[in-house]
């Protein structure tokens, strides 16, 4: 059973930074591309940032290119986000996934992923 574990979400002003973490357990956590979400409350979980199995390749959302870099340590079995000029609109739940598919590189839609979190909220104030 592979298990993910989101963490290091809050309240931050806008402007400022957070980075969020997600470790994974039970399997080969670099036989698995990873990705952040995000949902807001009444809409659809959305796409943040994808990470290829070594993390040579890496793909973003238009909304946060430029100021969020995911990136992984596949010694610690860990998936980061690091989110900087935050801004309000960035505000939600991320969510972290892991897609076993060895098919292919990289993953951006909600129905690539095989494993979620439980999610971690961020909250940035104007």
């Known amino acids: 059973q592979v298990q993910l574990v989101e963490s290091g979400g809050g309240l931050v002003q806008a402007g400022g930074s957070l980075r969020l973490s997600c470790a994974v357990s039970?399997?080969?956590?670099?036989?698995?591309?990873m990705g952040w979400f995000r949902q807001v409350p009444g809409k659809e979980r959305e796409f943040v940032a994808g990470i290829s199995r070594s993390g040579g390749n890496t793909f973003y959302a238009g909304s946060v290119k430029g100021r969020f870099t995911i990136s992984r340590d596949n010694a610690k079995n860990t998936v980061y986000l690091q989110m900087i000029s935050l801004k309000p609109e960035d505000t939600a739940v991320y969510y972290c996934?892991?897609?076993?598919?060895?098919?292919?590189?990289?993953?951006?839609?909600?129905?690539?992923?095989?494993?979620w979190g439980q999610g971690t909220q961020v909250t940035v104030s104007s």
């Open positions: 039970g399997r080969t956590f670099s036989a698995y591309i």
């Open positions: 996934a892991a897609d076993e598919d060895l098919r292919i590189a990289i993953a951006t839609r909600k129905s690539d992923y095989d494993y």
